[in-house]
């Protein structure tokens, strides 16, 4: 059985979460907008929230992970309609809104943190004629990252347009 506590302060200064009242508040998503999963779901929690701060954070919580066998949910905006960021073996949520880096707009290509949310990615981009192709109503809370995961789909990720 895992030493929540010992695994936390393992990370060496990652940000973890192991309150039980967040970590649970964290392994929701809108997952009871659907009756069935409500029932479902409904006692569905992590051990703990990790949120890394970047890439080389991510790998090393993923490795530590692996190595211990511990189940690892990623976690955008928590805004999806299923379950998907419900961590249905407990072990770590990985939050990931910490990544939300916003680079440099040029020739209509951006780079962005998969934590970026999509109602900063088009506020960045508005003033210089470009706009957001397709989004969700919860752009203001929504990660691209948990935008692209969840479902959106298509064959070149052309996802900004010039409207100028
Ligand atoms: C009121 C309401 C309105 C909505 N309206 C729309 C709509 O108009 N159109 C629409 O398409 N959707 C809509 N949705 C669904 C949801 O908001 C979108 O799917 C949104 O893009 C999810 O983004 P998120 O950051 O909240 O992802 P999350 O819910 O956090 O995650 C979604 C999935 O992606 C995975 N994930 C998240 N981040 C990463 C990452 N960095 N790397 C790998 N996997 C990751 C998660 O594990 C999960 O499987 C709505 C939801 C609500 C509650």
């Known amino acids: 059985m895992t030493d929540w506590a010992a695994f ?5 200064g990652i940000p973890c979460e192991t309150d039980p009242a967040l970590v649970k508040q964290r392994s929701r998503d809108f997952y009871w907008y659907s009756p069935v ?3 479902q779901l409904r ?4 051990d703990m929230v990790v949120a890394p701060r970047d890439e ?5 919580v993923i490795r530590r992970c692996y190595a211990e066998r511990i189940a690892v949910t990623a976690r955008g905006g928590g805004t999806g309609n299923y379950g998907q960021a419900m961590p249905l073996h407990g072990g770590v949520v990985l939050d990931l809104m910490q990544l939300n880096s916003i680079g440099e707009l040029r020739n209509g290509m951006l780079r962005v943190g998969a934590g970026a949310k999509l109602g ?5 981009c508005k003033p210089l004629g470009w706009e957001l192709r397709m989004f ?9 990252g948990g935008f692209v995961a969840g479902g959106f789909r298509r064959r070149r990720f052309d996802q ?5």
Request: charged fraction near 25%; charge should be positive.
């Open 43 to 46: 006692h569905v929690t992590a």
């Open 160 to 164: 900004l347009r010039h409207v100028a």
């Open 136 to 144: 969700p109503s919860t752009r203001r809370t929504a990660s691209i």
């Open 37 to 39: 999963l409500k029932q």
């Open 56 to 60: 080389a954070e991510v790998i090393e």
């Open 120 to 124: 900063e990615i088009e506020a960045r």
């Open 8 to 12: 936390a302060a393992s990370l060496g």
